[in-house]
Each structure stands twice: as C-alpha cells, then as structure tokens.
C-alpha cells in the first residue's frame, strides 16, 4: 500500500491525503458501523431480528475485504455510504 498523495478526483473530500491513511478512515468507519449493528443484534427482542443484524455484520465484513486498499474512488464511496448509515443510526437512537 503506498502512501503516497494520490491525484485526487474533483469530489475527493481528502485532497493531499495519502491513499494509506483514506484506508484507515474506511476501516476505522467499517469497525464504528460494526459496533451499531452488533449494538442493536444484541438489544434485539427476537432471534430472527438478532440473525437480521448478524447478516449486516456479515455483509459489512466482506464488502470490506473486497475493496482494494489502493482504489482510492471505492474508498471513499464507502466511507460516504457507512458514513450516512452510522448517522441514520445513531439518529434512530434519539
């Protein structure tokens, strides 16, 4: 992984960041909506909505293992997408 100052596209909200360190707000998103799912699994009222949230942990798991940490543009596509569910999330909180 370099951690070079990759060409940012005309949307990057992180000019002059290195790739490296984009990866580490993806993966530091991944590990904070992790914990929200986890959260309501276990405050879940039944089995079924508990196996519901798991799936998303899951899913979550294996989509991050998919991107490549050098593709800069998937990155932050999920940083945005994680981003938005964490704060729908924690607004449901109250």
């Not at 940012?8 to 914990?35: I, K, R």
């Not at 089995?47 to 799936?55: D, K, L, M």
Request: negative net charge.
């Amino acid at each position: 992984m370099s951690t070079r100052t990759q060409h940012s596209e005309p949307d990057d909200p992180y000019p002059n960041v290195p790739t490296a360190m984009v990866y580490d707000t993806f993966a530091e998103t991944a590990s904070q909506l992790t914990g929200a799912y986890v959260a309501r699994m276990d405050a879940a009222a039944t089995e079924h909505e508990s196996e519901e949230w798991w799936q998303k942990v899951m899913t979550l798991r294996n989509t991050k293992r998919a991107v490549p940490a050098y593709d800069r543009a998937q990155l932050i596509a999920h940083i945005r997408l994680w981003a938005a569910e964490l704060a729908e999330l924690k607004g449901e909180r109250g």
